[in-house]
T-cell receptor
Framework: EAGVAQSPRYKIIEKRQSVAFWCNPI?????LYWYQQILGQGPKLLIQ????????DSQLPKDRFSAERLKGVDSTLKIQPAKLEDSAVYLC???????????FGEGSRLTVL | GQQLNQSPQSMFIQEGEDVSMNCTSS?????WLWYKQEPGEGPVLLIA?????ELTSNGRLTAQFGITRKDSFLNISASIPSDVGIYFC????????????FGQGTTLQVKP
């Protein structure tokens, strides 16, 4: 069974530029999560989707971050404009249900200069 | 908001030693998950716990769901060099939408 796929693995941009990350969850997983992991910290939830609907986006900085999950499968996370403090690894995870175990992708490492 | 306190922050042990780490919460959880993360990789699920008092093993790893439902423990027996990594606890309460909250992680280093 294929795992969670993410791209790109690495991205370096300058502040005020924009960036987008893509995630393809495990086939059949209805729940998809985006987490932000700053170096030395645990992952912090940004947004949770159930199929193509948003379940929780309470910690998403909506003035600069946006995410969508069209058709309830793939998802993209966008940052515009990026700030220095956005430098982190962006992890995508999927789960069969909202109460199930999460399976993570390898992450997309963002460096903002 | 909900917080998880994970300890110790880091451990440096000799190969063959046993390891214990724990996680405590300010609120009641109905699910505890333990993950391991290696450099450049995403977290990998080790053990899942769904019932208070539950004790579950996965090879040399054993985890317990605390009776109070506010804590969980992970033990690694007879550590080996490949156990090196960062171990995260994660908890989910019944009062929200299934949001999984992570601890700060325990960094484990094993000396051969």
């Amino acid at each position: 069974e294929a795992g969670v796929a993410q791209s790109p693995r690495y991205k370096i941009i300058e502040k005020r530029q924009s960036v987008a990350f893509w995630c393809n969850p495990i086939s059949g997983h209805a729940t998809l999560y985006w987490y932000q992991q700053i170096l030395g910290q645990g992952p912090k939830l940004l947004i949770q989707f159930q199929n193509n609907g948003v379940v929780d986006d309470s910690q998403l900085p909506k003035d600069r971050f946006s995410a969508e999950r069209l058709k309830g499968v793939d998802s993209t996370l966008k940052i515009q404009p990026a700030k220095l403090e956005d430098s982190a690894v962006y992890l995508c995870a999927s789960s069969p249900t909202t109460t199930g175990e999460l399976f993570f992708g390898e992450g997309s490492r963002l460096t903002v200069l | 908001g909900q917080q998880l306190n994970q300890s110790p922050q880091s451990m440096f042990i000799q190969e063959g030693e046993d390891v214990s780490m724990n996680c405590t919460s300010s609120s009641i959880f109905n699910t505890w998950l333990w993950y391991k993360q290696e450099p450049g990789e995403g977290p990998v699920l080790l053990i899942a716990l769904y019932k208070a008092g539950e004790l579950t093993s996965n090879g040399r790893l054993t985890a317990q769901f605390g009776i109070t439902r506010k804590d969980s423990f992970l033990n690694i027996s007879a550590s080996i060099p490949s156990d090196v990594g960062i171990y995260f606890c994660a908890g989910r309460s019944s009062s929200n939408t299934g949001k999984l909250i992570f601890g700060q992680g325990t960094t484990l280093q094993v000396k051969p």
